[in-house]
């Protein structure tokens, strides 16, 4: 499909798919010959396949661009224009009943924006790994992990991996009750190599690690009946607790790999561990308290209304260090010393039958402020017809609001979809920052059904990673079950839209139950 662009020239956008029994692939190529302000040829590719056969599979995921301005010139959104790493990934897996293994090679393109070169991740080749899981092995849940990897990076010490992790838990669970014990022993061993890459801060070339790991999850339900605005409901209190101890291990000279500090959330209040990953595991002194309340309709069993609140208490100081990767060098992250982390609180309701909202935040004990907040309503009275309304903000001590990797956000967010008539639709998106009193991104167009075919047109405006305003125009003709000419806008209305739905929707991918006769 040839996309004219009036400064630069003419880019040739090329799709292929290919689908046979167990394999489809779809490569994505596109080409200007001649850039007019760059002077130079410019392309992109990106390879996506899958292939399965029993209980073998495989699966490829690659990207590379010419150069590092690409994706921030062509992409068609600010979330593409501000991608600064391209995956390339390959796979091969073997999965049995309790067990899997498989073989990764990860390596990826690190791109420049604005003359500055970010983090490149390290490189796993090859990274093998095999998983042993049995839910039920009188009455004992346990899990095995045996992974070892290679990692490569041009910058930093590089070395192999190998870890060994076994969890052994034992649930016991009744009516409106449950106590789970989980003890778990991680095993990390390194064979380091260019040892000089970091200025002299890794000294041991083969380090290891051994560490032992305890929890204990337990909880209540109580019910009794209630009345949700005239509805027969069951209201529930649900409080439950969740206890780690992880014994302090100096992990100084270990590197950071893959590692990362975890987001805390509901989710991550109930894990021993901080991080992600095998490269650093956290002291652990620790008590979570997480108290939830549910209405839920008698008839149908529907929840109306969910909140929570929940807070994880520190018993210790937190001693293991942790060094985050920069841009160009090892910034050590600093040691956490409160009493007690964020507190998190969230609540969801159904108002009517078509109207939902939900709110939820973060707020901080040290600085004794919220620091995250999400809230929304959607009203969607029937289907392809909604207004959503909705608000993100998000505290950062820094407040440069030109750099894009700015984490401070204050953004309000209008999304609709609505029927002009029975067969055209309306389509529009309004995110607009309040800290930099402008809009960041805006979608805009129509969509007519016909009987056999649909006609879809989309204008876009977005604000890339550069800080500057990027149009976009959408046009496609689709042919029911046949295929589609012109540029699709698809992707752009689901992301940009919350709900957004056509008629002619096809799964991306293929559940075992669709098309089930």
């Not at 009943?97 to 420049?112: E, G, R």
């Not at 609540?347 to 402020?369: F, K, N, P």
């Not at 002009?420 to 920052?433: A, E, M, P, V």
């Amino acid at each position: 499909t040839p996309r004219l662009m009036t400064k630069r020239g003419v880019m040739l956008d090329t799709e292929a798919r290919f689908l046979y029994n167990n394999f489809e692939t779809t490569v994505d190529y596109a080409l200007m010959p001649d850039d007019k302000e760059m002077d130079d040829s410019r392309s992109s590719l990106h390879v996506d396949m899958s292939w399965r056969r029993d209980k073998l599979s495989a699966f490829v995921d690659y990207n590379r661009v010419s150069d590092d301005d690409f994706i921030s010139d062509f992409s068609s959104n600010v979330r593409e224009s501000s991608e600064t790493v391209l995956p390339q990934e390959y796979a091969l897996r073997y999965d049995e009943t309790y067990w899997n293994t498989s073989i990764n090679v990860k390596k990826n393109q690190a791109l420049t924006f604005d003359h500055i070169d970010y983090y490149k991740p390290y490189e796993r080749v090859p990274q093998i790994t095999f998983n042993g899981y049995n839910g039920d092995f009188y009455g004992f849940e346990v899990g095995t992990t045996i992974e070892a990897t290679r990692f490569v990076h041009p910058t930093f010490t590089t070395g192999d991996r190998f870890v060994f992790e076994q969890t052994v838990s034992y649930p016991m669970r009744g009516a409106g009750w449950f106590v789970v014990p989980k003890g778990t022993f991680l095993g990390t061993w390194y064979q380091l190599e260019n040892l000089d890459r970091d200025g002299g801060r890794f000294t041991n070339k083969d380090p290891h690690r051994t560490t032992p790991m305890f929890s204990l999850d337990a909880g209540l339900v109580f019910d009794r009946d209630a009345v949700w605005f005239n509805r027969e409901a069951y209201q529930t209190l649900e409080p439950r607790v969740y206890y780690a101890y992880v014994p302090y291990r100096n992990q100084d000279d270990l590197p950071v790999f893959d590692t990362t500090i975890a987001d805390l959330n509901f989710a991550t209040l109930f894990s021993e561990n901080i991080f992600s990953g095998y490269d650093r595991v956290s002291e652990a002194n620790q008590l979570t308290s997480v108290l939830t309340t549910r209405y839920i309709d008698k008839t149908s069993g529907l929840e109306l209304f969910k909140a929570s609140v929940g807070q994880r208490n520190y018993f210790s100081d937190q001693r293991v260090n942790f060094y985050t990767p920069g841009d160009t060098q090892m910034r050590e992250s600093p040691l956490r010393t409160d009493v007690r982390s964020d507190l998190l609180a969230s609540v969801g309701a159904r108002l009517t039958r078509s109207i939902t909202s939900d709110v939820s935040g973060q707020y901080s004990s040290a600085m004794s402020r919220w620091v995250k907040a999400k809230a929304g309503v959607r009203w969607q009275p029937r289907p392809m017809s909604l207004v959503g309304l909705y608000y993100r903000y998000n505290y950062s001590s820094e407040r440069d609001y030109t750099d894009y990797q700015n984490d401070y956000i204050k953004q309000i967010d209008l999304a609709v979809q609505w029927p002009i008539t029975n067969r055209l639709f309306g389509l529009f998106r309004y995110n607009y920052s309040l800290l930099q009193d402008k809009p960041i991104e805006m979608i805009g167009g129509v969509e007519y059904l016909h009987d056999c075919w649909t006609l879809r047109f989309a204008a876009q405006r977005y604000t890339t990673t550069s800080n500057n305003d990027e149009t976009n125009f959408f046009l496609q003709l689709e042919l029911n079950g046949l295929g589609s000419i012109g540029t699709s806008p698809l992707s752009e209305l689901q992301r940009n839209i919350k709900g957004y739905q056509t008629t002619t929707r096809v799964p991306d991918k293929i559940g075992q139950y669709d098309y089930y006769e």
